[in-house]
């Protein structure tokens, strides 16, 4: 249920007391600025404008709604509002999705990537697919720009919060390598000692960020089968595994049904940065 508090009812905001709608305007200003420090170099990368052109329809429909889910659990985690007991969640996140609309319309419009000239269903698509990095953006803005709730009450168990915090790390970080070209060029230099080296780069980083720098005291007690460093890096890269895959496919650079030689290197490099995206995620939500 979304409770509705009226405009002029005020409320406390920190120490201040203010009316809940400059309460809102407040929320709704640090999820446009989160949408925005998140993503504002994919809103100016050629390859997301190019794959959005190319991009089916049903793949983009399907991708929008995989997002909202993503987005959805963000929410659990961060967020846009400074205090957990002014979220409703779900609604959140479809007003998450539509700041992202808004700071993708207005990127794009002030950079000439779209126009009135433009074919107005063109434009959409290219916004379609821009709104999604955006929008985990204002889902995370609370985590990246600071002072908000911590969510550790978010109601997951510990394993299930660490397979989540993997995925939603590991989306985050290669949303903003996968549509690029950059990897398909370089797995194209590469052979497969080296691929096989990116491979355990990967486990060995997502281990060392987790268990070894020690960034933060962590109780493994708690879990009931993820109990070891080394099961939760593996764990971990298979996730980044998988979410790599998605997105090279989403952005049409490969499927499973290419040969191998085609999809697993370019799935095994960016698996590096999603693994990387996976550790930075167990650590902070």
Do not use: H
């Not at 433009?118 to 990095?133: F, G, N, Q, T």
């Not at 496919?249 to 095994?268: H, N, R």
Request: aromatic share 10%; hydrophobic share 55%; with cysteine.
């Amino acid at each position: 249920m979304i409770a509705v508090t009226p405009w002029r009812t005020m409320i406390l905001d920190g120490q201040q007391c203010c009316e809940a709608g400059e309460v809102e305007i407040r929320d709704l200003a640090r999820g446009l600025a989160g949408a925005l420090f998140v993503s504002l170099p994919l809103l100016f990368t050629m390859e997301m404008w190019q794959i959005a052109r190319r991009i089916p329809d049903t793949v983009l429909l399907a991708f929008l709604a995989i997002a909202f889910l993503v987005v959805r659990l963000f929410i659990n985690f961060s967020g846009y509002r400074r205090k957990a007991w002014q979220r409703s969640k779900t609604w959140d996140a479809l007003v998450a999705m539509g700041l992202g609309v808004v700071a993708s319309v207005i990127t794009l419009f002030v950079a000439g990537i779209i126009s009135l000239e433009l074919d107005y269903y063109i434009s959409a698509k290219i916004i379609a697919l821009e709104a999604v990095p955006t929008a985990i953006g204002a889902a995370v803005a609370m985590n990246q720009l600071g002072g908000g709730d911590s969510a550790k009450d978010d109601g997951f168990s510990p394993d299930v919060t660490m397979v989540l915090a993997s995925f939603l790390g590991g989306v985050l970080f290669a949303f903003n390598v996968a549509p690029t070209i950059e990897p398909k060029v370089i797995v194209l230099k590469l052979g497969w000692w080296q691929i096989g080296a990116t491979f355990l780069l990967s486990l060995g980083i997502s281990y060392m960020m987790v268990a070894i720098a020690n960034f933060e005291t962590r109780d493994l007690s708690t879990r009931k089968i993820i109990d070891s460093e080394w099961l939760e890096a593996a764990i971990a890269y298979i996730i980044a595994f998988l979410v790599s895959m998605l997105l090279l496919w989403v952005f049409g650079y490969a499927t499973i049904t290419d040969p191998l030689e085609v999809w697993l290197p370019q799935t095994i490099l960016l698996a590096y940065a999603t693994t990387l995206g996976g550790a930075a995620g167990r650590l902070v939500l």
